[in-house]
Every structure is written in structure tokens, then in C-alpha cells.
């Protein structure tokens, strides 16, 4: 008979154990993870000054945040692409470049939204 699983407030505070221990892991080991993370953190304060109001300040800023949940993703499959073998191999390859590519997709998405909010509002 298999042991159930967590649930309720119990499973909640399991995820977001593992959730900490992942950001922890992107901080220590990726470094377009903590480049990412500083252009946050120095970019927050100057959108909350630019900003005019709500919904400027979730653009400009989930922007931002967006950058960082892509590069966890694509240093989450890069992790697991290099878990598999060290060998070059074709889709092995295509997974990195389609994650790289996805982090590249959401700095410009970023730097659009600046753009749109900042210059031509």
C-alpha cells in the first residue's frame, strides 16, 4: 500500500519549501539568473517612480518578473538536458537553444513593455 501524499496547509508549506530550495539552487548555480535578478531589483524602484499608477507599475514590473520565471524554466530544462549525458545530440541541443531563445522572447517582451509605458504614453 503506497503512503498518501501531503494535503491541505501541510502539502502548501511542502511546495513552497521546494519552491525556496529552487531559487536558492537558480541563485547559486545560474548566472543569468542573479544578472536577471539585479536588473529586478534596480528596475523596481525607478518603475515605481516612472510608473503612473496600478497598472503601470504590474506592467513594467511583471515584465520583469516574467524575465526571471522563463530563465527558472530554462535553467530547469538545461539542468535536466545535461542530467541526461554529456554526448552532443540534436534535441538536446534544439532544448537549449528553444529555452535560451524563450529568455531572449521575454527580455524583449520586458523592454518592450518599458518602451510602450515610458515613451510613447
Avoid at 520565471?69 to 537553444?97: P, T
Wanted: charged share 15%.
Amino acid at each position: 500500500m503506497t503512503k498518501p501524499g501531503k494535503t491541505g496547509i501541510s502539502r502548501i508549506i511542502a511546495a513552497a519549501a521546494y519552491s525556496w530550495k529552487g531559487l536558492c539552487a537558480a541563485f547559486k548555480n545560474e548566472a543569468a539568473f542573479r544578472q536577471e535578478l539585479l536588473l529586478l531589483l534596480i528596475l523596481t524602484p525607478v518603475a515605481l517612480w516612472l510608473g503612473d499608477g496600478g497598472i503601470e507599475y504590474a506592467l513594467l514590473i511583471g515584465g520583469l518578473f516574467l524575465v526571471l520565471m522563463v530563465e527558472l524554466i530554462n535553467s530547469a530544462i538545461e539542468a535536466v538536458v545535461d542530467r541526461i549525458g554529456s554526448e552532443q545530440h540534436e534535441l538536446s541541443g534544439r532544448a537549449k537553444d528553444i529555452g535560451s531563445a524563450a529568455v531572449f522572447v521575454a527580455l524583449v517582451n520586458a523592454a518592450l513593455i518599458w518602451f510602450f509605458v515610458l515613451v510613447l504614453n
